[in-house]
């Protein structure tokens, strides 16, 4: 307390205990260099001495300084000349006469950092430095950028309003200079403007698009500035599609283009990743396709690239994928013809007749019997990429293609004796090859005709014994009505009769059936029965009886006449006809009879 009070009298105060002088400022002030500042300050002293004519004098000192003597850095007493440094920067805008020891500070400079303090001065006896309660003003390095608000996106042909505001503002500052560049404004920046914030209208085009536009914000101190630079995003289609290609998880490559399209070749089961990138603003929608069906496809802010992944690519998954892009401008894409190479696969061999495919899949070593003479036509067919070269050979011999532009096919218009043998199909290929064969065997043909020849011959004896057999039957009925026609008729009985008529027909052997019996017993010569004569073996099966079926009597016209052998093979014996016992209480209607047969076979 002692310094504030020496200093107090060395400043002339001599007020310094007195309460009724007081001051309301802040104690620190922090402006940055280059800025102006309004530092707000009230105060407060005794009405002794003094009118209300009586003039008030207000000044700002730094800290010890000789009021008397020493240079104020403001004040509102004219007479009173201020500091050379702080001259037209810092300006007393309070009233002193009503309280009021408001400071302004202009383009603060760092030689302005100090402690500074007030004094008033009014009549007699109103000598007062306010010592204790003055401000430290703190200067720093300007970092402060101006804001710019602009929209994210901006429509080419369609005029944009930007803004920039610096937010340093006091009333007793000055404002500063603002202004524009950028390539936007075909190189040439706006005039200055004096105001607290600044607009820009301007129309972008599509070569706007990720060029610069800065805001200046000058200050009144010469080289002090601050500037903010903003990148312009003018929306416009997507361009410059890229399709790069990573295999088994090496770096991604671009693929070589043939002709119009990119062409990739690829072994089956090899890992495969499609990468697709484009430029495009607003981002575009990324998608993969396969023959018009989507495969995969990204959110607009998704990830890019946009990868398609085959971890072990198939012969199906061959063919042409597209990457497109697309947003609200436009849409752009990029084809990729993708080929799986593979070696050959399920070889087989087809074989047409006649023009006709009687054979398909043949494996090796078929057996193929073929006809001498008959034409024949063998397919080798396989499925690889590229496709397998295919030949055929005969017993190690190279065979000429039959159709040049198809090695695969080999016709034999004439199958000949000498091309009985093994055929063999091969199927070359980079990546692997493979064979199929088969034998073939020619059949000759007089063999097979002598073969349907005897089955011919078989069937038609078998046809012969059936006929011959039917006129057996034929004969049997024939026989026993011309017989009766010689005999006397014989009386009408009931078919309620019990006694029956019987024909006993004992069949004679003839000259070749004897002999056959000769052969079988030469021991025991049979003697044949003469006529009439009934045999044992009849007495033993009387109660065998028979119902012959009734056969229509054969026409002359249509009847064969019997050969000679048919008549020795075949022989009737004795035909008996025994009595017949009439039953009286049923009569058989006139003109009809019952005919009744007991055939007998020895």
Request: hydrophobic content about 35%; charged content about 20%.
């Amino acid at each position: 307390m002692l310094l504030p009070l020496l200093l107090s009298s060395l400043l002339g105060g001599s007020q310094a205990m007195d309460g009724r002088f007081w001051i309301r400022v802040q104690e620190s002030v922090m402006v940055p260099e280059g800025l102006c500042i309004s530092v707000p300050c009230s105060f407060s002293y005794p009405r002794q001495d003094w009118t209300g004519s009586t003039p008030a004098y207000g000044y700002w000192f730094k800290a010890v300084t000789e009021t008397t003597k020493g240079a104020p850095v403001a004040t509102n007493h004219q007479s009173r000349e201020v500091e050379m440094s702080t001259r037209g920067r810092f300006q007393l805008t309070g009233d002193p006469a009503k309280g009021n020891c408001s400071l302004v500070i202009r383009d603060a400079q760092m030689q302005d950092e100090s402690q500074y303090f007030f004094r008033v001065e009014r009549g007699s006896y109103v000598r007062y430095n306010f010592m204790n309660d003055g401000f430290f003003l703190k200067v720093t390095a300007l970092t402060q950028k101006p804001d710019v608000y602009i929209p994210e996106t901006l429509e080419p042909g369609q005029p944009v309003t930007v803004i920039c505001v610096f937010n340093w503002a006091f009333e007793e500052c000055p404002p500063p200079s603002f202004s524009w560049t950028g390539a936007a404004l075909s190189s040439q920046g706006t005039k200055p403007t004096t105001s607290h914030f600044s607009v820009l209208s301007f129309t972008p085009r599509p070569q706007d698009h990720n060029t610069d536009l800065t805001c200046h914000v000058d200050f009144s101190r010469k080289g002090v500035s601050a500037q903010r630079t903003v990148r312009l995003r003018v929306a416009y289609a997507p361009r410059d599609l890229v399709i790069s290609i990573s295999r088994d998880n090496t770096p991604a490559l671009e693929p070589q283009p043939q002709g119009n399209v990119p062409y990739l070749e690829a072994q089956k089961g090899q890992f495969l990743r499609l990468l697709c990138a484009a430029d495009s603003q607003p981002p575009a929608t990324l998608s993969w396709v396969l023959q018009n069906r989507v495969l995969s496809s990204s959110h607009p802010w998704g990830p890019r690239p946009l990868g398609l992944e085959l971890p072990g690519v198939k012969a199906g998954d061959s063919g042409r994928y597209t990457c497109r892009a697309e947003n609200r401008l436009g849409s752009q894409q990029r084809a990729l013809d993708l080929s799986v190479q593979y070696p050959p696969e399920n070889l087989r061999v087809m074989v047409s007749q006649a023009n006709r495919t009687v054979l398909e899949n043949l494996g090796n070593g078929t057996s193929l019997p073929v006809l001498e003479g008959q034409s024949l036509c063998l397919v080798c067919v396989t499925h690889s990429s590229p496709p397998a070269r295919l030949s055929w050979t005969q017993r190690g011999q190279v065979l000429s293609p039959s159709q040049p532009s198809d090695p695969g096919v080999l016709e034999l218009p004439r199958v000949q004796v000498e091309h009985e043998g093994e055929f063999t199909c091969h199927a070359r290929h980079p990546l692997g090859s493979q064979h199929v064969s088969l034998s073939l065997s020619v059949h000759y043909k007089k063999g097979l005709i002598s073969t349907a020849f005897s089955n011919g011959a078989f069937l038609g004896i078998g046809i012969t014994a059936l006929l011959f057999l039917c006129l057996a039957l034929i004969i049997m009925k024939i026989l026993p009505k011309r017989r009766t026609q010689t005999e006397t008729p014989r009386p009408r009985f009931s078919r309620h009769s019990t006694i029956l008529d019987y024909i006993n027909v004992v069949p004679t052997a003839g000259p070749l059936a004897q002999k056959r019996n000769q052969k079988a017993t030469p021991n025991s010569p049979r003697t044949p029965l003469p006529p009439g004569a009934p045999s044992p073996e009849s007495k033993k099966n009387q109660k065998k009886q028979y119902q012959l079926p009734s056969f229509p009597e054969p026409k002359s016209s249509t009847q064969a006449p019997e050969s000679q052998e048919s008549q020795e093979e075949l022989h009737y014996a004795t035909l008996n006809f025994p009595g017949v016992r009439p039953r009286p209480e049923a009569r058989m209607p006139k003109g009809t009879q019952a005919d009744y047969a007991e055939v007998k076979f020895q």
